[in-house]
């Protein structure tokens, strides 16, 4: 998937490019100018031109046809991503199309695919999208205008709460000339007015007679490239590309899609699925386990070549992964407390000797850019942070964060006095070997919550080392659709996961930032604080201004990381994926992804 998007949408949203067709009003009227466009960009213009053919990154050549076998852990249970219960299955995007499609060497770039252009107002306070009039949804019937005002309205009356408090105030109608206008409540909101390009949409005919709050049994009828040709709930499903999609030939799409099927197999756990791998059951994988990827992807098929393995270098934005506090519980209220938790994990330790040291620790919201906090900060920073001084740890002033670091022998004494010193402050004090609330007398306990092998492996040497200090920390590993029930109601102290990096801050930190969106998934700590209200509002205010943006981007890395919301982990820079020789790739990848959708069956396999 891509770097920047919303839950609601399946692609990147951007700062629209002003086209060059401007539309006069008259100065009696003071209505804003209509800017009519046909791309949208985040700064300045879009890298494809009007009239580009393909994306530089697909081979527009590349054949069609074969049988692309992927898979999955766990189960799923129901046929519709937007449900808001269920676990649905792999491949679900490939079901819709959007509005406006995304181009993966950009930084949020939108051409054209179900509108096929737009017009906007100068201030913002309205966007239109012209229909294509060839588009038709998977049963050859025309896409129209009614379909996505209808798309937006169900996904505002019947989707996850958090597009309807994002989206409040947005009214929607159908124009003449198979055209759709959205009006926002207020002026001046560009990112918001963008967002509205990234709707899904659903044929309104059979998504009248659905419940769309609930799972859905059966496969939908879709907009996308793919649709469901066969499937055993729970165990596999197999995609068809459907071969009139009449999108096919669009720019946006050339030289992609190019599998007659995919296919989805599921497993129980990562193990399983792996020896299948190398016994030839599926086609591709890329490895998070460095340990995995050193000592277990070897032997014939690799050595004969039949399975191709390959570490790609990339310089993508990297996600906070780590152990997610949730500050709701009592036990981790109080700041001193998550930041003692810090120092058991040895990420030292850890990295030599299960990751061959291939690893870097994580230490910004922001990984892998430019609004990273480093140092102390700026004047500018300052400036920002003024407002808000005596409602933020005084650290984000007067220290740089970094994770606490050991020497990697094993040994934390060091670190253990540290924390011991925060969990006085707090309230809790060593006896008889237990950890101990100072008033209640109550252990220091908590659970874990994972649901991969994997995680277990590093969370092991974690609950070591604090039950060397009397903290009772039970490990907990459920099954995907559990998490995924626990994640949603909350039900969690502690949770291996991790929030998503953009390429610059934007609208998308409000789902996991604002107090607004408490109830949001994405709010795995549940944050409700005014100074993060005014850190996230004021950089959606700022979009335009990079100067500025920068500022109040980092700004927010030091409140965000001195208020320990998490045990920070760690990432790498290269794609570690292994396939099966048929497959072939276009020379050049997208700067944001592997870019697996324009790869293909290479035609004598």
């Not at 459907?242 to 992609?256: C, E, Q």
Request: with cysteine.
């Amino acid at each position: 998937m891509k770097k920047r998007r919303l839950v609601f949408f399946p692609i990147l949203l951007g700062v629209l490019y002003a086209g060059p067709y401007l539309t006069a009003q008259s100065p009696e009227t003071a209505a804003p100018r209509t800017i009519h466009a046909t791309a949208l960009a985040l700064r300045g213009e879009p890298d494809y031109p009007e009239g580009f053919t393909h994306f530089n990154y697909v081979n527009p050549n590349a054949p069609k046809g074969g049988n692309l076998t992927r898979h999955a852990i766990g189960t799923y249970d129901n046929f519709h991503l937007y449900a808001l219960r269920g676990n649905c299955v792999q491949g679900s995007q490939y079901f819709y199309n959007s509005l406006m499609s995304t181009s993966g060497d950009e930084d949020d770039a939108l051409y054209p695919l179900i509108a096929q252009s737009l017009e906007y107002a100068e201030d913002y306070s309205f966007i239109i999208f012209s229909i294509d009039p060839r588009a038709t949804d998977q049963e050859g019937a025309p896409i129209t205008a009614e379909d996505a005002a209808f798309s937006f309205n169900i996904l505002y009356e019947k989707g996850v709460p958090q597009f309807r408090n994002y989206f409040a105030g947005v009214t929607v109608q159908v124009l003449p000339g198979n055209r759709v206008r959205f009006d926002l409540s207020e002026p001046g909101d560009k990112e918001k007015m963008l967002e509205l390009a990234g709707t899904t949409i659903f044929p309104k005919r059979f998504w009248e007679h659905q419940n769309f709050s609930e799972p859905l049994p059966t496969p939908p009828l879709g907009t996308g490239a793919y649709r469901v040709k066969d499937y055993k709930m729970g165990q596999y499903v197999i995609l068809e590309r459907v071969k009139d999609y009449w999108a096919a030939d669009l720019p946006v799409n050339k030289g992609r899609y190019n599998f007659d099927t995919i296919r989805y197999d599921y497993y129980r756990d990562d193990t399983v699925a792996l020896e299948a791998f190398k016994s030839g059951a599926y086609d591709i994988r890329s490895e998070s386990d460095i340990e995995k990827w050193t000592t277990q992807y070897g032997g014939t098929p690799f050595s004969s070549g039949l399975i191709v393995k390959e570490e790609i270098p990339h310089a993508i934005p990297q996600p906070m992964q780590a152990f997610n506090f949730n500050i709701e519980r009592p036990v981790f209220q109080d700041r001193r407390v998550r930041m003692a938790l810090n120092y058991f994990l040895d990420f030292e330790w850890i990295n030599k000797n299960l990751f061959y040291n291939q690893y870097t620790r994580t230490r910004s919201y922001f990984e892998n850019t430019d609004y990273a906090a480093r140092g102390l900060p700026s004047d500018a920073e300052r400036a920002v942070l003024e407002p808000i001084k005596d409602q933020v740890p005084q650290e984000v002033f007067t220290r740089e964060y970094q994770p606490p670091k050991t020497d990697g022998s094993g040994f934390i004494r060091p670190q253990m006095r540290e924390a011991m010193a925060l969990f006085k402050e707090a309230g809790w004090e060593l006896r008889g070997g237990k950890l101990l609330h100072t008033q209640s007398g109550e252990q220091m306990r908590f659970e874990l919550l994972i649901y991969s092998p994997s995680s277990e492996k590093i969370a092991i040497p974690l609950k070591r080392n604090l039950a060397r200090f009397g903290i009772d920390m039970h490990i907990r590993t459920v099954d995907a659709s559990q998490f995924l029930n626990r994640l949603r109601s909350r039900d969690y102290d502690l949770l291996d996961r991790g929030f998503h990096t953009q390429s610059y801050p934007g609208s998308g930190l409000l789902l996991a930032w604002h107090s607004d969106y408490r109830d949001s998934t994405y709010n795995i700590a549940g944050v409700q604080d005014p100074a993060l209200d005014y850190l996230v509002e004021g950089i959606i205010a700022r979009q335009e201004d990079e100067a500025a943006l920068l500022a109040w981007g980092r700004a927010l890395d030091r409140v965000l990381t001195w208020n320990h919301y998490v045990i920070p982990q760690w990432h790498t820079s290269q794609f570690r994926v292994a396939y099966n020789h048929k497959l072939q790739k276009p020379p050049v990848r997208p700067r944001y992804s592997l870019g697996l959708d324009s790869w293909w069956i290479r035609p004598s396999s």
